[in-house]
């Protein structure tokens, strides 16, 4: 007789049905799984055996074939445990056969029976919901489950033990509850950082339009620090982008004691981080740096320090919002909608351009410095600002600047005009300025005529290309939302091309 259980198999954030057929059978004893399982799934078969025996259960002396259908989709991952042991069991007589058909499970086995904790339990939730079925998931992840709804019915036992019981009636396991990491305010604020008007200004607008962001200037000027604050002026997420970004870190194992959060991702992985830890993939898939900063933050310190190619592997993420890994065996896709904030000294030694300093190297320090990030790269980014550093005036006289929560207010209210504007045109998947769709460009961002002219002169003197024109007119609209103005007018346009030249002349005078 062959008992069948319901599991899934993760192709990037999507959970994919997978059936678990399992057949006792006479023969040679022993466990054999078939249908292309990872070394992990090959593996399961000592922790079932293990977790079954230390559940008083012993296997009869007969052949076990596991079957993980569709065949010809490769199976990765520990969660396969327990729907091979629910199958066993089912067999076996020990558990209901007829009352898993309404279940998903997915489960990792300890040996000595218990179930713990794995991966992409709120997308395994949300397929089972999809199909009409309950989930079985370990208890450490209930209420992460809990998330997909309202009337999906989750069993979260601690152990096989007492999911066997819960199906004889002698222990009732009861259903968890979704809940959400209390927000403490310990995010590090703005009222820290003294001067550097600027570029908390630049800072304002990447937050309040969702741009792109380069910082430059000597150390200790307080580029690090100024980044760091950046979450604690952006809105909370909206309701269903939580559930997207809690699906990649449910995916990535990191939604810890199966709690969401509202605050937007900000992810800063050292210099030394690999192509596979940025945009995903390796051996085992699982999202990259850039896919776990999807609706908030990716922060890269020390910029050129990044290996080039690592670079290069953000430019199709930054322009398509999706991360697209393809292997010899599988092809998956991310989201990796992201806003890129970076810092860079301007030279290897760090103080070119101050006054009164001159490389060892000459302006080579700078030019090979700087050419470690790639053009195409530079193009993307919305915002060049030089940080200059803080004069000793500025640190002991200067009273607290603005704090955070003042300059959220107005992010938020900026954010809250794009968010309508592009609803009320038919895009309501389109929240900030940054990721206008072209086609809309040109009609939200309405140029005054002096405003167009400047625009023209400074394409032509500076050669933008079509992304820089784009990108500019996007800018500009952000600084007309912040000051709550419609049309967009010749200030706006010119803060924004300066926000593009920034860097460009610092090349020149080099
Ligand atoms: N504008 C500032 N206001 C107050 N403190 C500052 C400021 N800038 C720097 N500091 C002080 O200097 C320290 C270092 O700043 P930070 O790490 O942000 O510099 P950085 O520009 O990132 O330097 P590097 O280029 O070396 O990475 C901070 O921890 C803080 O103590
Ligand atoms: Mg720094």
Not at 10 to 25: N, T
Not at 37 to 45: G, L, N
Not at 369 to 380: E, F, H, I
Request: hydrophobic share 45%; proline share 8%; glycine share 8%.
């Amino acid at each position: 007789m062959v008992t069948r259980v319901r599991t899934v198999a993760f192709q990037g954030i999507e959970a994919q049905p997978v059936d678990v057929q399992v057949m006792i059978s006479p023969g040679k004893m022993g466990i054999h799984i078939v249908g292309l399982p990872d070394k992990a799934v090959a593996e399961s078969r000592e922790r079932v055996q293990a977790a079954l025996h230390a559940s008083g259960l012993s296997l009869p002396p007969k052949k076990v074939t596991v079957n993980l259908a569709p065949a010809d989709l490769p199976k990765e991952g520990s969660h396969y445990d327990l729907p091979i042991a629910v199958g066993l069991m089912a067999g076996l007589g020990a558990m209901p056969a007829d009352a898993l058909q309404s279940y998903v499970v997915l489960g990792e086995l300890s040996l000595d029976g218990t179930i713990t904790h794995v991966a992409g339990v709120l997308p395994a939730a949300i397929s089972a919901n999809r199909q009409d079925r309950g989930l079985i998931c370990p208890a450490p992840c209930g209420p992460e489950a809990a998330w997909a709804g309202e009337d999906i019915d989750i069993l979260a036992p601690r152990s096989l033990i007492s999911l066997a019981n819960h199906f004889r009636g002698h222990q009732v396991l009861s259903r968890p509850e979704p809940s959400m990491h209390a927000n403490a305010p310990d995010l590090p604020d703005l009222a820290d950082i003294r001067g550097q008007e600027s570029a908390r200004r630049a800072l304002e607008i990447a937050a309040a339009g969702g741009h792109n962001l380069l910082m430059i200037g000597p150390p200790g000027s307080g580029k690090s620090m100024l980044a760091q604050r950046l979450p604690s002026i952006l809105p909370p997420l909206l309701p269903r982008e939580l559930l997207e970004v809690s699906m990649i870190a449910s995916v990535a194992g990191q939604l810890l004691g199966g709690k969401l959060t509202d605050r937007r991702p900000f992810r800063a992985p050292h210099h030394s981080a690999s192509m596979a830890a940025m945009v995903g993939g390796g051996i085992r898939a699982r999202p990259g740096e850039v896919s776990l900063a999807h609706r908030g933050v990716l922060f890269l310190d020390e910029f050129p320090e990044f290996t080039p190619q690592v670079l290069d592997s953000l430019r199709q993420p930054l322009e398509t919002g999706d991360c697209m890994i393809a292997r010899a065996n599988h092809r998956i896709s991310y989201p990796a909608q992201i806003q890129l904030v970076a810092a860079m000294n301007p030279c290897r030694c760090g103080m070119a351009g101050e006054p009164g300093h001159r490389c060892a190297r000459g302006p080579r320090c700078q030019q090979d410095y700087q050419a470690r990030v790639s053009g195409p790269l530079l193009d993307r980014i919305d915002l060049r600002i030089d940080v200059p550093a803080v004069s000793a005036v500025d640190l002991i006289h200067r009273p607290a600047s603005e704090s955070s929560a003042f300059v959220a207010v107005r992010v938020a209210r900026a954010r809250d005009v794009q968010k309508r504007r592009y609803e009320a045109l038919g895009f309501p998947a389109v929240t900030m300025n940054a990721h206008c769709p072209v086609a809309l460009i040109e009609e939200v961002a309405q140029c005054d005529k002096a405003a167009l002219t400047l625009l023209q002169q400074a394409a032509e003197q500076m050669r933008f290309s079509a992304r820089g024109y784009h990108r500019v007119l996007k800018v500009a609209r952000t600084l007309a939302d912040l000051e709550g103005i419609e049309a967009v007018g010749r200030i706006h346009v010119a803060e924004a091309i300066s926000y593009r030249m920034a860097q460009d002349a610092a090349n020149q005078a080099a």
